[in-house]
């Protein structure tokens, strides 16, 4: 079975620091990962995904994400926080050998930048 | 991209009613439907997948009877809370997946709805 783990619950940053939000994943065969965010009383809205390629990929709003197979872990990552960034962050895994091909999702980062 | 919409975006009933909420893919057909529950500060726990005109596939634990799941079209899925009670409380939200010829092959997600009951 495919698992996500966001070993952090809560990331607090300070407005224009660097933040990264981690996530390592367990998946039988290569991976499709996924990064979302949430708003309060919101649904998810994608952010990036790695499929094949390039390790580090560039998603929206100046987010990245590198995924590192030897470590199982794809952290997001932005060079400068925003106040409008703090929001839950998940992080999901899709197996290419999943016959349901379903997402599973991490429980969660609550990232909070401070101005 | 994608959009999927959900209605309603909350609603609060009383306890012993039935509530039915739509999930609707707008510009694009969605073969497979997929309804989850989340708890307040919690992930997304998937509920069931709806394949269109076939029956869902409930994960363990969820009740079949009391969350009934409609996929009638390709761009429509019901999930209709039976006999709701308190503990039911949430925040419901579905996905859509693209079909599988797409490249895209993405699943988007509604907005969610707030179900409270009393």
């Known amino acids: 079975a495919q698992s996500v783990a966001q070993p952090e619950d809560q990331v607090n940053v300070a407005e224009g620091n660097p933040l990264t939000v981690k996530c390592t994943y367990s998946?039988?065969?290569?991976?499709?990962l996924f990064w979302y965010v949430q708003y309060p009383n919101r649904g998810l809205q994608f952010l990036l995904k790695y499929i094949t390629g390039d390790n580090l990929v560039k998603g929206s709003y100046g987010f990245e994400a590198e995924f590192n197979k030897s470590q199982t872990s794809f952290h997001l990552k932005k060079p400068s926080a925003l106040v409008s960034d703090s929001a839950l962050y998940f992080c999901?895994?899709?197996?290419?050998?999943?016959?349901?091909?379903?997402?599973?999702f991490g429980g969660g980062t609550r990232l909070m930048v401070k101005p | 991209g994608a959009v999927v919409s959900q209605h309603p975006s909350w609603v609060i009933c009383k306890s012993g009613t039935s509530v039915k909420i739509e999930c609707r893919s707008l510009d694009f057909q969605a073969t497979t439907m997929f309804w989850y529950r989340q708890f307040p500060k919690q992930s997304l726990m998937l509920m069931a997948t709806s394949n269109e005109g076939s029956k869902a596939t409930y994960e363990q634990g969820v009740e079949k009877d009391k969350f009934l799941i409609n996929h009638a079209s390709l761009t429509l899925s019901t999930l209709t809370v039976t006999s709701a009670h308190p503990e039911d409380s949430s925040f419901y939200i579905c996905?859509?997946?693209?079909?599988?010829?797409?490249?895209?092959?993405?699943?988007?997600f509604g907005p969610g709805t707030r179900l409270t009951v009393t």
């Open positions: 999901a895994v899709r197996g290419v050998n999943n016959a349901g091909n379903m997402l599973t």
């Open positions: 998946v039988s065969g290569n991976p499709y």
């Open positions: 996905s859509a997946r693209t079909p599988p010829f797409l490249a895209a092959y993405e699943q988007y």
